[in-house]
């Protein structure tokens, strides 16, 4: 059982400040939990409560520790936590770069992020360049919404007129060329904006790029930063 030092700690995961500070982040629920056991991602501990193992104690192979529904409370992060989680240290992916990658300016949202990142895990992209004023990829809400797909995809945060440097760059933008009618790239960078205001003008400015469009029909303004991602990958990566 972890000391109260350690649970003080662990508690003190919801900041991001305090996330760097020690490395550490938190994952929850038995499936990504699962999944991370089984992944060669660094592991300090796994904790449950007593009423979790009496439920689903014939689904865990793997060690744990025990602790009271309080204190599972106090630790999670979840309004309605399924009192199991894991403590996880930062660790980035080892696989190459895929010949797609995705970046994103100012995602805000975590559950736009964690989306993102399951949508690059399923059309085989491992790479997320993502700007700094980018909600953080250790947030528990992106890792809840990632349902796993974070021991997949590498997500670097940096300025991404340096990231993006040399790269060939898909903007997207409301004056694009239509990705319905233009000749599919084999790789390049898919770029994103945020959810309200799009891509920063300061960013396009600062790296070589191509606009790209979604067509349509309707009048909203624009599409959810998550489904645009789904709708390139789907026009643009998928073979």
Known sequence: MPSKAKLKLYQQLSS?????????????GLKSVNELTHSSWPVETILCTPTFLERYG??????????SSEEFAATSHLTNPQ???????FHDTQAPTSPWQIALDGINDPGNLGTIIRIADWYGI???Y???NTVDFYNSKVIQSTMGSFLRVNV????LSQLLEGKDVFATLLNGK?????DRPTHGVLLIGNEANGIEAATLKAIEHTAITIPG????ESLNAAMATAICCERLVAE
């Open 156 to 159: 670097i945060e940096g300025d």
């Open 217 to 220: 029909n309707g009048h909203t």
């Open 130 to 132: 993502c700007s700094q």
């Open 16 to 28: 991001k400040k305090f996330r760097q500070k020690y490395g550490l982040f938190v994952v929850e």
């Open 83 to 89: 009192e199991i989680l894991a403590i996880a240290k």
């Open 126 to 128: 491992n790479t997320i």
């Open 178 to 182: 239509s990705i319905r009618t233009m």
């Open 58 to 67: 014939d689904q865990i192979d793997f060690t744990f520790d025990l602790i």
